[in-house]
């Protein structure tokens, strides 16, 4: 019976993969944007790829690098709710910015070092601190991912205890 939750838990795990990058939304002022990437980069502490010599420096414009920041703040922060929002200068999306030159790669999946080009252990201090946040949407794929979260502990913690 173990072996069978295990392995149920395991399949629950690795079901769902698609990737979520999030994004800086057209035609917001480069004055907002700027403020998105200071915010991420400064919790972050790492915008190493869109300095001058960084591989994503390119394309040299505000709406480019803000994608990168928010996104590296995004993944960083595990894709929680509210995460992506920046004072509604932001939005999630399953396609990386078409502006993407080569040698670039943009995170799609949640990770304390995604976004960087080293290690590094920096921690999630929450969804940004300026302005409205978002906010979470029991309809939508929000609920999905809290209820999963919540079955699968549940689960979890009914084989350990056995």
């Known amino acids: ?6 392995l149920l838990l395991l399949l629950a795990l690795t079901g769902n993969s698609r990737a979520t990058y999030c994004l800086c939304k057209d035609g917001v002022a480069e004055k ?5 990437i200071d915010y991420a980069c400064g919790v972050l502490g790492d915008c190493n790829q869109i300095h001058e010599k960084g591989p994503c420096y390119q394309p040299n414009n505000v709406k480019g690098h803000c ?11 595990g894709q929680v709710p509210g995460s992506c929002n920046f ?8 396609n990386p910015p078409s502006t993407v030159v080569t040698g670039c790669i943009y995170p799609s999946s949640p990770g304390i070092n995604a976004g960087t ?9 929450g969804p940004p601190a300026f ?19 919540i079955a699968l502990t549940l689960g979890f913690s009914v084989i350990v205890f056995l």
């Open 117 to 125: 080009g080293a290690p590094g252990t920096p921690t999630f201090p």
């Open 32 to 36: 907002d944007l700027q403020t998105s």
């Open 131 to 149: 302005g409205p946040t978002g906010g979470f949407d029991p309809s939508g794929n929000d609920a999905l991912s809290l209820i999963t979260s």
């Open 87 to 94: 004072s509604g200068t932001a939005t999630t999306s399953p």
């Open 67 to 77: 994608d990168w920041a928010v996104n590296s703040y995004f993944q960083r922060a």
């Open 1 to 6: 019976m173990r072996m069978l939750l295990g």
